[in-house]
């Protein structure tokens, strides 16, 4: 048990010196995200593929519905179109087409809805996962041009839907994801506001 202790003790070290090094200093505070949106679009990506995968073959008996309702192997007479088996593999296609397309958006916006969010002194970093890498974003916050927006308030301090959003001429620029505004996120709130 000892050993375990000085193990993890030793990780922390290691992370924390990591860490002092990649921002250039130890006073930076990072703000705590609500993974709850992200766990909610998890579950219900899993529910979708779990609930609706048993039913494919209904899409193919579309197929060969639509097909024979447009007449369409009456003028073009080929005689593999008048097999249902095909319009099952087809369906098959575009199931796996629209699961990987919703895959895909899925992991962009948990990318976007994870992204680290730390101040240090007066910039904001954000840190996202990229690909197989990470991607760095650093925005000046001492900037004239930049108006503030913060989303709070009634249930979404509740729930946790809170968020600030930075904007130039009406145009967002970047946001922080959500996040509840209690305990360490009040102080970065206070400090980012300046109040």
């Not at 007449?71 to 098959?92: A, G, N, Q």
């Amino acid at each position: 048990m000892k050993q375990l202790r000085k193990l993890l003790s030793k990780w922390k070290e290691y992370k924390f010196k990591k860490e002092v090094s990649y921002f250039g200093t130890s006073l930076y505070d990072e703000l705590q995200l609500n993974p709850l949106p992200s766990l909610l679009l998890i579950i219900a990506t899993a529910s979708f593929f779990y609930f609706s995968l048993p039913y494919v073959y209904y899409l193919g008996n579309f197929f060969f519905w639509f097909v024979g309702v447009l007449e369409i192997t009456k003028v073009l007479k080929i005689p593999f179109l008048d097999e249902l088996r095909y319009y099952h593999y087809l369906s098959v296609f575009v199931y796996f087409y629209i699961s990987t397309s919703l895959l895909i958006d899925v992991s962009q916006l948990l990318s976007k809805w994870n992204k680290r969010t730390v101040l240090v002194k007066n910039e904001l970093w954000q840190i996202c996962h990229s690909g197989f890498g990470k991607k760095l974003s650093q925005y000046s916050l001492d900037t004239k041009e930049l108006s503030l927006t913060y989303e709070h308030g009634g249930l979404s301090d509740y729930f946790g839907l809170n968020r600030l959003i930075w904007q130039k001429d009406g145009i967002e620029l970047f946001s922080s994801p959500y996040f509840f505004p209690y305990r360490k996120n009040k102080m970065i709130i206070n400090r980012i506001l300046k109040r």
